[in-house]
Nanobody, 124 residues
Framework: QVQLVESGGGLVQAGGSLRPSCAVSGRTFDNYNMGWFRQAPGKQREFVAAINRSGASTYYADSVKGRFTISRDNAKATVYLQMNSLKPEDTAVYYC?????????????????WGQGTQVTVSS
């Protein structure tokens, strides 16, 4: 049984920062490649960032590259998303996801487990 719990969203003004985290249950966290996705009202779920099992490799959507940083702490079974220079268009529900296969993937249907999401709202 795998459970993912996001936290750390909130309301922030444009230009501000947030650092959502995602805690993964169990002791198999280092077996998972992890990703962050987001979904804004009326839009499809969108890939944001991903990180491989060891944390040595990361990949970002062009829309967030240079502003967001994904990281993981395998000892704490937690993945983080540092979000800087936030823009109103970043407003969405942010979801973390885990996949059991090897390697970074960018499609939502390539992930096996999902958290409940955390709301991020950026005001202008």
């Amino acid at each position: 049984q795998v459970q993912l719990v996001e936290s750390g969203g909130g309301l922030v003004q444009a230009g501000g920062s947030l650092r959502p985290s995602c805690a993964v249950s169990g002791r198999t966290f280092d077996n998972y490649n992890m990703g962050w996705f987001r979904q804004a009202p009326g839009k499809q779920r969108e890939f944001v960032a991903a990180i491989n099992r060891s944390g040595a490799s990361t990949y970002y959507a062009d829309s967030v590259k240079g502003r967001f940083t994904i990281s993981r702490d395998n000892a704490k079974a937690t993945v983080y998303l540092q979000m800087n220079s936030l823009k109103p268009e970043d407003t969405a529900v942010y979801y973390c996801a885990a996949r059991t296969g090897w390697g970074i993937r960018v499609k939502s249907d390539e992930y096996d487990y999902w958290g409940q999401g955390t709301q991020v709202t950026v005001s202008s």
